[in-house]
Each structure stands twice: as structure tokens, then as C-alpha cells.
């Protein structure tokens, strides 16, 4: 079959538009970007908890025809996450089609909830799966997948693409696009290669040609699904280069389902942490790629992207039309798709009016983990002291667009959101802000496994910022035509009005009703987890005991450099370093405040 040919006008024009149109009058176009997580998902899960509640609330009430709802409108078009984030955005857009109950610190604990967010966030990711051993001894001819037992992630994965609910009501979720757009980042470790011309000679991928020129192979990859919404409002259909996933009430939906949940997995598989995932798509999707460059006059145009086809044949492709990669955490290489959300709500060179009066859409950022910077050695002191720090620098340079993270940050942009984990936490006398509000975000964001005490807080707290954050932060100025329909009394309500310290007047993008608000969404006690540290030492060392004697079954084919940290590992013994491992463990709880407990055998 031959290769895909590049993107005509025509198609750049209809799947990459400059600029989109405008949204109906009094519509709010919404856009979710959901960070990198780790354990903090938990946070983002309470954050999109509350949001789709007060949505409900909000939706159902006009539905019903209610005079105390604001007559406007809030489509949320798309979701774009990394890591965590994408697990996050893959749960909501199932739950979405589904009546879930919603879960409040009132809520029992200790038994399932039927709410998808937070029976995976807060009841599913236990160090106790994480610490089994239902993955070793790995299957003849295969070798350690992880550290993790990823066996959990794969019960948890199908619990997802299983979840079904109550119906909705009528209405109930007409705020939700169908299909609602998810965009997944994707480290490729594959990658996708391209060719370039070297002085001026045309290009050619065969090797020793003349025209030979230069690859450039790009690993920072992301796929998107269109996901069908039963109860929403109709949108553009799928397009070719989407995953159209059926409705999850669909008979035929399991295998749409299956597929994007290990897509997500693969999003967030942490390297060596979680495992790797072996994933495939139609080569055609590649085609699909685009940059922005400006012309000779400097005016910026989209421009097709030719992968060099020929590179892209491997024995582990199902057929010439499919192409086989191995994925691990998207957060690697883009850990906020800020700009995949931006630009499929402005069009490719269009911008979102950022002026308070005039905006008529935004992309909200839920980043738990946003914190200060852990700055790098100022002077370099020696081999292995410099090999950390170039890691971490290659990993985190990649992470973010200081552009993006300007606009976030610039208190004149109504078009950018960003809503973040903030509160007092015992013992430090100033507001926590970032990583350094959740009880889960020590031991690089792996800490809330570690306890479910942790999670529950981390996502309560979630709900808690939430319920302020809409009725404080995410506001337009009340002379914004979207509130054109409300009516005097709304626009001067206590339930619904924010005056700044100049008298002007902003009101909500997503209001929360009065009988929810007034349902208390108290900020949750500091946990204080019981934790037996015999038992925890007696778990992980089983762990790595079982990992050290798969690693010596797999040495013989690993790297000079894997066999010296084999080694490394293996001269501590899996005793040795299980202690070392509850030793960091019992430390973050003690610095954190969280002691009480800890230690208990």
C-alpha cells in the first residue's frame, strides 16, 4: 500500500483552521488541562468531583426551568492530560455518562462508593497491589516489566472501562460536547522520524543517496479520542486521525473501551515505576501533524508535517498499515498540553479573548503538583553528583512553555485558568501552595500510596479548593455579553457577585447554585495515618526480593550500565533496602507533620 500523502489546503483547512468560529452568544467554551499527577490524581479527582456536582446542579435547574438559574451557557469541549492527568480525564469522560453519586467528607468510608473517581484514586492505588507479586516470576522469554506490580493498574484499568451507573436525567449533562475531544500526551519510545534536506539537495530516505539528509526523530507524542456523550450537545464528528469511542451503553463498546484504557496506562506509566505499554495505531494518524511557521510577509500559517514513511516498517507492526510503539509516562516529555486544549478551541493561529469583558472561552489548568522550583547545583562537584541533575534538567526543560505558564500566571487573562491545592497546614505559618498542600506529594508525589489516609485528604481537599475556587477565581467581568440573560437581581446577588477592591463587579463562568453552596465543603484535618513500619518493611522487601531475583534471570541481557545499578541494588539486599525505603517513608511523615501513628507495630 502506498505511504500517505501530505495534507492538501483543503484538508489543513477543514482539520486545522486558522481561527474557529466564534461560540454561540451567551456560550462559555470550557477546556480542561489536567497535569501530571503520580498519587496527587487524587487531588485532581475531588477537583473534577465538585466541578461536574456544581455543573449538575447548575444544568439541572435550568432544565427544570428554575427563575434562580443564570441563563448562560458552559460547553466543556475538550480534556487534555498527561500521567495522572490522563487517567483522570479517561475516568471523567465515562462517569460523565453516568449519573455517579458524589462523594463529601459526610460520605462513609471503607466501602466502594460507585463514584469512578474516587473508588480509583483514593481506594484503588494501595501500596498493598503496588507491593504484590501477581507479575513475578515474569512469563518465559519476557523480563522485569517494573518495579510496581502494574498488575494493579491493569484490575484498576478494567474497572474504568467497565464502570457503568444510574442514568442522567434530562438535561442533566447538556454542558459536555459530543463527542467530547481527550487528548492524551504520549512519551513514543519508537518515535516518529522525519527528514530534512541538507544544503538546498532534495531529501531521500535511502541510505548513501545523494540527497541523504537529516532525521530528526520525535518522541513527544499524543493521541486523540472523540469520545460519544450521549447526553450532550451535538459537535464536529470524529475526525481521521481520532479514536472514535462508542457511548459506554453502547453493546459494541468494550473494545473502543479496552483501547483507550491502555492508552492511559500508557500515558501514565512512570519509567521503571509502572510498566511500559505496548500500544498500536494506523500509521495514517502521523499524517495529521502540523506546525505553525510564519510566511515571507511574517504572518504565521499552518503547515503539514511529512513523517519519512519509509523509517516507519517494523516486524512488530500488525500489517503496513499499522504502526507498534512502546509508550511510558506523558508527563516526561509535556506534563501540561496546555496548547493541544488552546488550540482546538482558537484554531491553530486564532487566539481566546483574554480581556475580562470579552472572553468567550478558557483553558483551565488543574496542576496539584505546581510548587516551587528544586533548583539545580550551582557549581558541579564531580561524575555522579552532575548525572541527577542532567536527568532531571532534561526531563523538566521539556515539561512546560514558559509562555504558557506567563499567561497562567497573568492576572489580566481571562482565557487561561489554573487552579492549584492551597491550605494552612499545621505547624508552617504561612497558606501551603502547590505540592506543598497535599499530604500525598513527598517522595516524588509517590507518598499518598503509601497510606489512604493521604489520598482521602488530598482529594477532599481537592473538592474543598474547587467549591472556592468557582465561586471566587473563575469569574468574567459582569459586562461580559455572556451575562447578557441574567437577570438584575442575579447580577447583584451575594450568591453569585465577587467586587473586587476597585467596586468592580465579576460573576461565575460555572455558578454554584444556593442550596449546594450552602452545603459545606470543609477544608479536611491534616491526616495522621497509622502505619505498622514492620509490616510495611515485610511488604516492600517481599517486593524486591521478588524484583532482585527476576533482575538476575534478566542479566544477562541487561546494559553495562543496568548491571551496575543491578548490582548496586543487589549489595543491599531487598531487607536493606525495604528499611532504607520505610526509613524515607516515616521521615516524610514526620517532617510533614503527619507522625501520629507512624512507627505502630
Known amino acids: 500500500m502506498p505511504d500517505p500523502t501530505i495534507l492538501s489546503a483543503a484538508e489543513l483547512a477543514q482539520y486545522f483552521p486558522a481561527k474557529t468560529a466564534d461560540p454561540p452568544a451567551r456560550c462559555f467554551e470550557l477546556g480542561l488541562v489536567l497535569g501530571g499527577t503520580v498519587s496527587a490524581g487524587a487531588y485532581t479527582a475531588g477537583v473534577l468531583d465538585y466541578l461536574v456536582e456544581a455543573l449538575d446542579a447548575w444544568s439541572l435547574a435550568k432544565a427544570a426551568n428554575d427563575g434562580g438559574a443564570p441563563q448562560h451557557d458552559v460547553r466543556l469541549a475538550i480534556v487534555t492530560g498527561a500521567s495522572g492527568g490522563t487517567v483522570c480525564g479517561t475516568v471523567l469522560s465515562r462517569a460523565l455518562q453516568f449519573n455517579f453519586p458524589h462523594v463529601t467528607a459526610a460520605t462513609p468510608r471503607g466501602a466502594p462508593t460507585s463514584n469512578p473517581l474516587y473508588d480509583l484514586w483514593v481506594g484503588g492505588f494501595a501500596i498493598e497491589g503496588l507491593m504484590g507479586t501477581r507479575d513475578l516470576p515474569a512469563p518465559a522469554g519476557e523480563a522485569l ?35 467530547l475531544r481527550l487528548v492524551m500526551s504520549l512519551t513514543n519510545l519508537r518515535g516518529v522520524p522525519y527528514l ?19 532525521y530528526f526523530l520525535d518522541h513527544g507524542d499524543y493521541a486523540r479520542f472523540a469520545l460519544a456523550q450521549p447526553g450532550g450537545t451535538p459537535g464536529t464528528p470524529p475526525r481521521p486521525d481520532e479514536f472514535a469511542v462508542a457511548a459506554a451503553t453502547d453493546a459494541g463498546s468494550a473494545a473502543d473501551w479496552a483501547n483507550i484504557a491502555e ?48 523509517q516507519m516498517h517494523d516486524p512488530a507492526d500488525a500489517g503496513a498499515d ?26 491553530m493561529t486564532g487566539r481566546n479573548p483574554r480581556d475580562p469583558t470579552k472572553a468567550t472561552r478558557a483553558v483551565l489548568l488543574v496542576d496539584p503538583l505546581a510548587t516551587a522550583p528544586d533548583m539545580g547545583p550551582a557549581a558541579s562537584n564531580g561524575m555522579v553528583r552532575t548525572l541527577w541533575p542532567f536527568l532531571n534538567g532534561e526531563v523538566t526543560g521539556g515539561r512546560y512553555l514558559t509562555a504558557d505558564m506567563a499567561l497562567m500566571a497573568d492576572a489580566a487573562v481571562f482565557s487561561r485558568f489554573m487552579i492549584t491545592p492551597w491550605r494552612m497546614v499545621p505547624g508552617m505559618a504561612q497558606l501551603q501552595v502547590g505540592g506543598g498542600a497535599l499530604a500525598g506529594s513527598g517522595l516524588g508525589a509517590f507518598a499518598g500510596f503509601v497510606h489512604e489516609e493521604l489520598r482521602w485528604h488530598d482529594y477532599m481537599l481537592g473538592r474543598a479548593n474547587c467549591a472556592t475556587y468557582l465561586r471566587s477565581e473563575l469569574l468574567l467581568d459582569a459586562a461580559n455579553p455572556l451575562f447578557a440573560g441574567w437577570t438584575d437581581a442575579q447580577k447583584t446577588s451575594n450568591d453569585f457577585r465577587v467586587v473586587d477592591a476597585t467596586g468592580r463587579a465579576f460573576l461565575p463562568i460555572v455558578p454554584v447554585m444556593p442550596a449546594l453552596a450552602a452545603v459545606p465543603q470543609p477544608v479536611p484535618d491534616w491526616p495522621q495515618p497509622v502505619i505498622s513500619t514492620a509490616g510495611l518493611t515485610n511488604m ?38 525495604a528499611e532504607w525505603a520505610v526509613t524515607q517513608i516515616v521521615s516524610y511523615l514526620k517532617e510533614s507533620g503527619m507522625a501520629a501513628g507512624a512507627g505502630a507495630d
Open 145 to 179: 516489566a517494573s518495579l510496581l506490580d502494574s498488575t494493579l493498574v491493569d484490575t484498576l484499568g478494567a474497572g474504568v472501562a467497565a464502570y457503568n451507573g444510574p442514568a442522567l436525567a434530562a438535561g442533566q449533562r447538556a454542558y459536555v460536547m459530543n463527542p
Open 196 to 214: 530534512t534536506a541538507l544544503t538546498g539537495v532534495p531529501a531521500t530516505g535511502a541510505p548513501g543517496a545523494a540527497g541523504q539528509g537529516e
Open 263 to 310: 492508552y492511559a496506562k500508557g500515558s501514565a506509566a512512570f519509567p521503571g515505576g509502572f510498566r511500559a505499554r505496548d500500544l498500536h495505531r494506523p500509521r495514517a494518524h502521523y499524517r495529521f501533524r502540523v506546525t505553525v511557521q510564519p510566511d515571507d510577509q511574517g504572518k504565521a500559517q499552518v503547515v503539514a508535517l511529512q513523517p519519512a514513511w519509509d
Open 322 to 347: 499499522d504502526y507498534a510503539f512502546a509508550v511510558v509516562d506523558g508527563g516526561a516529555l509535556d506534563n501540561e498540553p496546555i496548547q493541544l486544549a488552546r488550540t482546538w478551541l482558537a484554531g
Open 540 to 577: 516492600i522487601g517481599a517486593r524486591l526480593a521478588a524484583v532482585l531475583q527476576q533482575l538476575q534471570k534478566d542479566e544477562t541481557d541487561l546494559s553495562w550500565l543496568e548491571s551496575a545499578v543491578v548490582g548496586i541494588v543487589e549489595k543491599m539486599g531487598a531487607e536493606g533496602a
